[in-house]
Nanobody, 130 residues
Framework: QVRLQESGGGSVKAGGSRKLSCGVS?????????IGWFRQAPGKGRERIAI??????????DVVKGRFTISEYTEYSADAPLTLQMRSLQSEDTATYYC????????????????????WGQGTQVTVSS
């Protein structure tokens, strides 16, 4: 069972930056995996933000490209949690941000739209004010 815990949320002014972290416990036990960030704003559906896989391949949602950066994630690097660096924040970025992960098969592309993630954190709120 993979357990995820987000931190780093809070209030920030428009144009500012914020860094989120996701601590991972219980690990992937040497399996192939994908891990990343999603968000959900009030009254809206869940939105994919950024994903990184065990090969280091990264993908981003169109609305955050060029503004957000997902870190590498190495399963056995306990001192380096998964992070999401957010820059040039806008009011539209206000949402609850979730860390999510899943194991993947060797030939599975977990960056594909609609890929379901198995493990989820509780979320951390980011509020951007003008």
């Amino acid at each position: 069972q993979v357990r995820l815990q987000e931190s780093g949320g809070g209030s920030v002014k428009a144009g500012g930056s914020r860094k989120l972290s996701c601590g991972v416990s219980s690990g992937f036990l040497g399996g192939l995996y994908c891990i990343g960030w999603f968000r959900q704003a009030p009254g809206k559906g869940r939105e994919r933000i950024a994903i990184v896989d065990d090969n280091g391949r990264k993908s981003y949602g169109d609305v955050v490209k060029g503004r957000f950066t997902i870190s590498e994630y190495t399963e056995y690097s306990a001192d380096a949690p998964l992070t999401l660096q957010m820059r040039s924040l806008q009011s539209e970025d206000t949402a609850t941000y979730y860390c999510a992960a899943r194991l993947r098969e060797f030939d599975e592309d977990c960056h594909a739209p609609g890929t379901r993630f198995t493990y989820w954190g509780q979320g951390t709120q980011v509020t951007v004010s003008s």
